[in-house]
Nanobody
Framework: QVQLVESGGGLVQAGGSLRLSCGASGRTFSSYAMGWFRQAPGKEREFVAAINRSGSNTYYADSVKGRFTISRDNAKSTVYLQMNSLKPEDTAVYYC?????????????????WGQGTQVTVSS
């Protein structure tokens, strides 16, 4: 089992940047592929980005491609989401998630472990 804690959210103006972090504890972090999801007010939670165990493979939602970058540091048991050129429509609670497989997935059901979320608010 793995426990996940997100941090780094906050209020930022449109066009600005934020970096989210997700620290993991418990079982070996490098055994898990990781993902970021988000849920905006009144909307369902959606996929944002994913990274495989080694960090060699990443995948992004079309809405964030070219603006967001997912990365991981297995020595620090941490996954990151660098968010640039933020837009008001990026406002949401951002969640990190872990799955005990090597490859990435965009499906929420494939992730067994979730953090509590961190709020990102982008003002226009």
């Amino acid at each position: 089992q793995v426990q996940l804690v997100e941090s780094g959210g906050g209020l930022v103006q449109a066009g600005g940047s934020l970096r989210l972090s997700c620290g993991a504890s418990g079982r070996t972090f490098s055994s898990y592929a990781m993902g970021w999801f988000r849920q905006a007010p009144g909307k369902e939670r959606e996929f944002v980005a994913a990274i495989n165990r080694s960090g060699s493979n990443t995948y992004y939602a079309d809405s964030v491609k070219g603006r967001f970058t997912i990365s991981r540091d297995n020595a620090k048991s941490t996954v990151y989401l660098q968010m640039n050129s933020l837009k008001p429509e990026d406002t949401a609670v951002y969640y990190c998630a872990a799955r005990y497989y090597s490859n990435t997935s965009t499906r929420q059901a494939d992730y067994a472990y979730w953090g509590q979320g961190t709020q990102v608010t982008v003002s226009s």
